[in-house]
């Protein structure tokens, strides 16, 4: 059996959908908070995909299962048959994939139910997943720097550009070298806009998140390097504008095409550019891992900045103000890594920016 159909949320029996939506609602102390609120839209939509597909199948294999409880229908046996069916059209990533949306799901929609043994199932699937080989693909940070210093330095000599051209070279350039310095996850690079994520604090620029923007749901706040400080503020102030309609929008990373650059533009980017610098294109995630790997490969003794910097360590809300500082301190400290390992290299120098008083 092939299987393909996936059972859209509108489809769903009305006890899934109220049992989904329970799981989803935002309410305060007085009205109850669904399990699943705080989940990013992602995360919700690939539940509800893979929630859709476990009723693809009952609905081609089992239709009248469908009628009893939907946490009734889940039952060991019928998972095991689910997954046979499942290993003719994918590889162990896909099987675990659909089982641990399917648990998500469960776990959601009826969280007092007992799921530990799903849960169990989906770990062992889990083991049989390969993971991706990443060493071979690790940049070290200072090279993703200076190929994002060297970028701006190309839109700035190469005049036979148009000036959209340049723009976005000096737009790409600076993207790379930010991400090196600031290892940040795509949907808060894509999200970075100016006055809002983006501001000039006391001469220097600050980029700032708040709980319901980040993965781990804990406030980030990082100084740019001082030493990009002029490329940032050359952007802004010449090539930014350069850019279609980037003074209709507050968007950090403007389009040619109007409005700011998607997370998957963004994606697209990076890859193209460090494909042809490095001979293989680097996700954006990836530069986590670069980050990671140069403090422990090239600064050992600071390697706990790692986990403060890529927003790893698990504090309380309580503990607010602290992370964020912590972060700070340890962006800092970063830099400070990075530009030993540069050796205090820099482009030419920029006449500093002028501020409104």
């Known amino acids: 059996m092939t299987l393909r159909k996936i059972i859209r949320l509108e489809d769903w029996r009305d006890a899934d959908q109220s049992a989904w939506t329970c799981a989803i609602t935002a309410g305060d102390v007085f009205d109850g908070r669904g399990p699943a609120a705080h989940w990013s839209a992602g995360s919700r939509w690939s539940t509800v995909m893979g929630y859709g597909r476990w009723i693809g199948w009952l609905l081609a294999t089992e239709p009248d299962v469908l009628c009893i409880g939907f946490e009734d229908r889940l039952t060991p046996d019928r998972l095991r048959r689910y997954i046979n069916d499942l290993e003719k059209d994918n590889g162990p990533a896909g099987i675990w994939n659909y089982v641990k949306k399917l648990y998500d799901a469960m776990r959601v929609m009826a969280p007092d139910a007992n799921w530990s043994w799903l849960k169990e199932i989906e770990r062992r699937l889990a083991r049989d997943v390969a993971p991706a080989e990443k060493r071979h693909r690790i940049v070290f940070s200072d090279r993703l720097v200076d190929l994002g210093i060297n970028l701006m330095d190309q839109a700035d000599n190469t005049l036979s550009l148009p000036a959209s051209g340049r723009a976005q070279l000096f737009r790409d350039g600076l993207l790379i070298a930010l991400l ?10 894509a999200m970075i806009r100016i006055g809002k994520h983006l501001k000039n604090v006391g001469g220097s620029w600050q980029l700032a998140f708040e709980t319901d923007e980040t993965k781990s749901h804990h406030p980030l706040e990082f100084e740019v390097p001082a030493f990009l400080v002029p490329h940032l ?3 802004l102030d010449e090539y930014r504008p350069m850019l279609t309609h980037a003074g209709d929008h507050d968007f950090f990373w403007a389009s040619m095409k109007g409005g700011g650059l998607s997370g998957g533009r963004i994606y697209d980017i990076v890859r193209k550019r460090t494909t042809a610098a490095f001979g293989q294109g680097l996700s ?3 530069f986590r891992d670069c980050a990671a790997t140069t403090i422990a490969a090239k600064s050992p003794e600071t390697v706990m900045v790692a986990r403060d910097l890529l927003g790893h360590a698990s504090f309380e809300t309580t503990h607010k103000h602290y992370v964020r500082a912590q972060t700070m301190d340890t962006g800092r400290k970063y ?14 120098h920029y006449p500093k920016r002028k501020t409104s008083s």
């Open 180 to 189: 090196a310095m600031i290892p940040l996850r795509r949907r808060n690079i």
């Open 233 to 235: 503020d050359r952007y």
């Open 284 to 286: 954006i995630h990836l």
């Open 335 to 348: 830099t400070e890594i990075l530009e030993r390992l540069r050796g205090g290299k820099d482009s030419r």
